[in-house]
C-alpha cells in the first residue's frame, strides 16, 4: 500500500494575509506528487513544507483568476533558471476549457521565459463542460465543471489503493459537486465567506457542509477562507448540516488519508 497524504499550503484568497496564503493544496501518493493550483506564496509554502518545485509531478489548475494561478508562470521560470537539469522527470501542468488559450497568451508575454524541453514540461487541456476520466501512470483524475466562472471544474483523485480525494476548487452550490465527491475519503471544499455574507460563486460553511453531507464524505476540509471567516464560528455553522469529521483548513496543515 503507499501512503497517501494531503497538505494544505494556503488556505486563504487573493486577500494579502500572513496567516493564509493563496490557494494551493499538495496531494501525496506514494512518490507522486499533485499540485492543486498555485496562487502566490505557493513556492515558498512547498519551501516550508520540505518539497522542492523539481518534486512536483502535476499540477492541476481549477480555474484561471490570479489566486489560483499566479505562480503559474514563475514555476516555470523558477525550473527553467538557474539550472533546468535538475529536473529529471516530466511535469504535467492541466486546466479546464481555455487552458490552452490561456498558456498560449502568457507565451504571448513571457516567450522563452515559460518554455522548457518537451520531455520536461507539457500543458494538458481536460473537458471542463463534462465529466473527464484520465488514467494516469499511480491514480486516476475524474473531473466535473463547477459553478463560478466558465472553465471552473473540481478533481477526484483516485489513488492505487482505491482512496479518493476531492477538490472542489471554487463554486457556488452545484449538484455536480455532489455527485463528483460521492464516498470520498476527503473533502476539500471551498467556504469563502461565512454564512450572513454570502457572495455569488462561492459557498459558505452550511452550504459547503449541505454539499458534503449528500455526498457522503468521510472527511471535509474548509479552505479558501477569507477574512471575514475569522470573525465567526465557521465550524459551528457548518455543523449545522454537515455531522461528520471536519477540518478548519490552515496553512501547511498535513493529514494522512
Same mark, same amino acid.
Given at each position: 500500500m503507499n501512503s497517501t497524504s494531503v497538505t494544505i499550503l494556503g488556505s486563504g484568497t487573493c486577500v494579502p494575509?500572513?496567516? *493564509?496564503?493563496?490557494?494551493?493544496?499538495?496531494?501525496?501518493?506514494? &512518490? =507522486?506528487?499533485?499540485?492543486?493550483?498555485?496562487?502566490?506564496? !505557493?513556492?515558498? *509554502?512547498? $519551501?516550508?513544507? %520540505?518539497?522542492?518545485?523539481? @518534486? /512536483?509531478? +502535476? /499540477?492541476? +489548475?481549477?480555474?484561471?483568476?490570479?489566486?489560483? !494561478?499566479? &505562480?503559474l508562470v514563475p514555476f516555470i521560470f523558477a525550473t527553467k533558471y538557474p539550472d533546468s537539469d535538475r529536473r529529471n522527470r516530466l511535469l504535467t501542468m492541466a486546466g479546464g476549457n481555455g487552458f490552452a488559450k490561456f498558456i498560449s497568451k502568457l507565451k504571448d508575454v513571457y516567450g522563452e521565459l515559460m518554455t522548457l524541453p518537451e520531455n520536461k514540461l507539457r500543458f494538458l487541456e481536460l473537458e471542463g463542460g463534462q465529466t473527464d476520466k484520465r488514467q494516469f501512470s499511480s491514480f486516476a483524475v475524474e473531473t466535473m465543471p463547477m459553478k463560478h466562472s466558465q472553465e471552473s471544474i473540481a478533481y477526484r483523485i483516485t489513488d492505487s489503493d482505491g482512496k479518493s480525494l476531492v477538490y472542489s476548487g471554487d463554486t457556488d452550490t452545484t449538484e455536480n459537486l455532489v455527485t463528483l465527491a460521492a464516498g470520498a475519503d476527503l473533502l476539500i471544499c471551498e467556504s469563502a465567506m461565512p454564512d450572513a455574507l454570502k457572495v455569488? %460563486?462561492? $459557498? =459558505?460553511?452550511?452550504?459547503?457542509? @449541505?454539499?458534503?453531507?449528500?455526498?457522503?464524505?468521510?472527511? $471535509?476540509? $474548509? !479552505?479558501?477562507? +477569507?477574512?471575514?471567516? @475569522?470573525?465567526? @464560528? /465557521?465550524?459551528d455553522q457548518c455543523r449545522r448540516t454537515y455531522p461528520g469529521p471536519l477540518v478548519i483548513a490552515e496553512d501547511l496543515m498535513r493529514m494522512e488519508v
Open positions: 494575509s500572513l496567516k *493564509r496564503g493563496s490557494c494551493a493544496v499538495l496531494m501525496e501518493l506514494g &512518490e =507522486t506528487k499533485l499540485l492543486f493550483d498555485s496562487g502566490p506564496g !505557493t513556492m515558498h *509554502r512547498l $519551501l516550508s513544507a %520540505g518539497i522542492e518545485i523539481f @518534486d /512536483i509531478d +502535476y /499540477i492541476f +489548475y481549477s480555474h484561471f483568476h490570479p489566486d489560483h !494561478t499566479g &505562480e455569488p %460563486g462561492h $459557498l =459558505t460553511p452550511s452550504l459547503a457542509g @449541505d454539499l458534503a453531507a449528500r455526498a457522503r464524505v468521510k472527511k $471535509l476540509v $474548509l !479552505t479558501h477562507l +477569507y477574512p471575514e471567516c @475569522d470573525q465567526f @464560528d /465557521i465550524a
